[in-house]
């Protein structure tokens, strides 16, 4: 036995020293796929490539560079939420004065929401107190849309505004199940702000309002024509949260503003924040949550509700080791004002990396070929995702930043930004597949 040894050391004495020699070669080719490519040369590409267990780089092109990163800024966002609101989050804040309850939003986005676990607890200290109940909305200090929205996108699911105390997700569900069936609304409070609009023209069904409404008026086909579910925004004042909150709870709840009154004794219902959540952020690419979530981070910072606030917090305590300045301001991406260069993204990608375990980023993050905005793209030939990445899309704008399994059984963090497309994403996101997959096999 002791014979072998020497063999034994020098075989894995080669073998060791052949692994930096096929890592140039397969970084050499990866180098090519990059700056030869007929697509990524007609575009604005940057791409970052690093290994987090030895802490360095492996590929940067034009990783120092900023583009406009669209629904990446939701990885900031989630990291954010992880470190201020950690297990939990502040569902409502309230005080009791004299028989009356005064109560308040955190910005939490779960309060009645269809799709998410429901807060029985909260719910039932509402729905029981015999005291008068108020609502008070005086520790919003932020606008409904964020900085560099599209405004006039207002009517769209995707741009629900942001508010206070956000309630069933600051949208309505209208849906008709049957021909011939009349259109349900949920919540039902806007059932009777329904009405029909015999001008609305439109082969498919329509539910519309006009910006400062909340009624919402219906076309013929909506009625009369197949099956459909739509999800429309309402537009948020402190008086419709007061009547939606009488409506569900059964019970009158008046308006008021808070800071009138003396200094109260104030008591905080609390509640966990559940991994669905944080699915829904990522999976989904949910503005809403996204948007109340950095609202719920500055309230727990400040008492009051800024995104602008809790961005200025994360930027000076949780973000200052960045490598590059984060031009950053609103937590979906939809504003076009985020500028973010591809070797921060892996910064705060390894931030999470360091303080959550794989098993929590995978289920978190979209997985290639399973679920979320990458369920058709990057699995293996087992239909095994490799990919657990988070996508960002604006018109011209495609960015894929997250986790790479290797074959080896490496994990990688990348960052892959385009900027300035003008032929649709198929050709950018055929390219990044064969480079990822590249990486996936010789690394």
């Given at each position: 036995m002791k014979r072998c040894l020497p063999i034994f050391f020098l075989l894995i004495s080669?073998?060791?020293?052949?692994?930096?020699?096929?890592?140039?070669?397969?970084?050499?080719?990866?180098?090519?796929?990059?700056?030869?490519?007929?697509?990524?040369?007609e575009i604005f590409t940057g791409f970052a490539l690093y290994d987090p267990e030895q802490e360095r780089f492996l590929m940067e092109k034009d990783a120092g560079k900023y583009f406009t990163p669209a629904s990446n800024t939701k990885i900031f966002t989630l990291y954010t939420a992880l470190r201020v609101l950690g297990d939990s989050i502040p569902a409502f804040r309230y005080a009791v004065t004299g028989d009356s309850m005064v109560i308040w939003g955190t910005g939490d986005p779960m309060f009645l929401h269809p799709a998410l676990p429901g807060d029985t607890v909260g719910l039932a200290l509402l729905k029981d107190t015999t005291c008068q109940l108020f609502f008070s909305a005086h520790n919003y200090k932020d606008e409904r849309f964020g900085p560099g929205w599209a405004w006039d996108d207002y009517g769209y699911s995707y741009q629900p505004e942001k508010s206070s105390f956000p309630l069933y997700g600051n949208q309505v569900y209208f849906s008709r199940t049957k021909t011939g069936e009349g259109i349900s609304a949920y919540p039902p409070y806007f059932r009777q702000r329904l009405v029909y609009n015999p001008r609305m023209d439109g082969t498919y069904p329509q539910i519309l309002r006009r910006e400062y409404s909340n009624d919402?008026?219906?076309?013929?086909?909506?009625?009369?024509?197949?099956?459909?579910?739509?999800?429309?925004?309402?537009?948020?004042?402190?008086?419709?949260?007061?009547?939606?909150?009488?409506?569900?709870?059964?019970?009158?709840?008046?308006?008021?503003?808070?800071?009138?009154?003396?200094?109260?004794?104030?008591?905080?219902?609390?509640?966990?924040?559940?991994?669905?959540?944080?699915?829904?952020?990522?999976?989904?690419?949910?503005?809403?949550?996204?948007?109340?979530?950095?609202?719920?981070?500055?309230?727990?910072?400040?008492?009051?509700?800024?995104?602008?606030?809790?961005?200025?917090?994360?930027?000076?305590?949780?973000?200052?080791?960045?490598?590059?300045?984060?031009?950053?301001?609103?937590?979906?991406?939809?504003?076009?004002?985020?500028?973010?260069?591809?070797?921060?993204?892996?910064?705060?990608?390894?931030?999470?990396?360091?303080?959550?375990?794989?098993?929590?980023?995978?289920?978190?993050?979209?997985?290639?070929?399973?679920?979320?905005?990458?369920?058709?793209?990057?699995?293996?030939?087992?239909?095994?995702?490799?990919?657990?990445?988070?996508?960002?899309?604006?018109?011209?704008?495609?960015?894929?930043?997250?986790?790479?399994?290797?074959?080896?059984?490496?994990?990688?963090?990348?960052?892959?930004?385009?900027?300035?497309?003008?032929?649709?994403?198929a050709p950018v996101k055929k390219e990044m597949q064969q480079v990822l997959e590249y990486i996936r096999d010789n690394f």
């Open positions: 080669a073998a060791l020293m052949a692994q930096p020699e096929q890592e140039d070669k397969s970084l050499d080719i990866l180098y090519r796929m990059l700056y030869e490519s007929e697509v990524f040369s919402f008026e219906y076309n013929d086909p909506a009625l009369s024509g197949p099956p459909f579910g739509r999800t429309r925004p309402f537009n948020v004042t402190p008086t419709l949260i007061a009547q939606l909150l009488s409506d569900t709870l059964h019970k009158p709840v008046g308006c008021l503003d808070l800071t009138h009154l003396p200094p109260l004794h104030v008591k905080t219902h609390y509640r966990a924040v559940p991994d669905t959540l944080y699915r829904k952020l990522m999976q989904e690419s949910d503005n809403f949550i996204a948007e109340q979530l950095l609202l719920a981070c500055s309230e727990k910072i400040s008492g009051s509700q800024s995104t602008a606030e809790a961005i200025r917090y994360a930027q000076d305590s949780l973000y200052a080791g960045l490598p590059d300045r984060l031009l950053w301001r609103d937590g979906s991406g939809l504003s076009r004002y985020n500028l973010f260069t591809p070797r921060t993204m892996i910064g705060v990608l390894d931030l999470i990396w360091q303080e959550k375990p794989a098993a929590w980023r995978h289920s978190v993050f979209p997985a290639g070929g399973v679920s979320g905005t990458i369920e058709d793209l990057y699995a293996n030939s087992q239909g095994e995702p490799y990919v657990f990445a988070k996508t960002g899309t604006l018109s011209n704008k495609h960015c894929l930043s997250g986790y790479l399994l290797t074959a080896s059984g490496r994990e990688l963090i990348f960052s892959f930004m385009h900027n300035n497309y003008v032929q649709g994403t």
